[in-house]
């Protein structure tokens, strides 16, 4: 069975960083596009970025473009989430997903249409 388990969230203040983590078991995502979406308190779920299987295609949403970096390690089956310059409206639960797709149907996919999610994972940005 599939998992994706996030870890590193937490509270930060604005300005702060944090670097979030999501570890794969239960087999090897090979080819599989990963990635990140955030999730606010009244508000849809939102993609934040996208990294394909070797990493050499990485995208992201406007909003966090030149603050947050992905990048992966697929020898130990791992994602990861670089947020700097972190703001109090990005609060929220990040979620790490896995996916068949491209990259493009990845970032635009909704909830259902991804075929792993993590359990997510806490940011909590004070001002």
């Known amino acids: 069975q599939v998992q994706l388990v996030e870890s590193g969230g937490g509270l930060v203040q604005a300005g702060g960083s944090l670097r979030l983590s999501c570890r794969v078991s239960g087999r090897t995502l090979s080819r599989y596009v990963m990635g990140w979406f955030r999730q606010a308190p009244g508000q849809e779920r939102e993609f934040v970025s996208a990294i394909s299987w070797i990493g050499s295609n990485v995208y992201y949403a406007d909003s966090v473009k030149g603050r947050f970096t992905t990048s992966r390690d697929n020898a130990k089956n791992t994602v990861y989430l670089q947020m700097n310059s972190l703001k109090p409206e990005e609060t929220a639960v990040y979620y790490c997903?896995?996916?068949?797709?491209?990259?493009?149907?990845?970032?635009?996919?909704?909830?259902?249409?991804?075929?792993?999610w993590g359990q997510g994972t806490q940011v909590t940005v004070s001002s």
């Open positions: 997903a896995a996916d068949t797709s491209t990259i493009s149907n990845f970032r635009s996919a909704k909830e259902y249409e991804i075929d792993y």
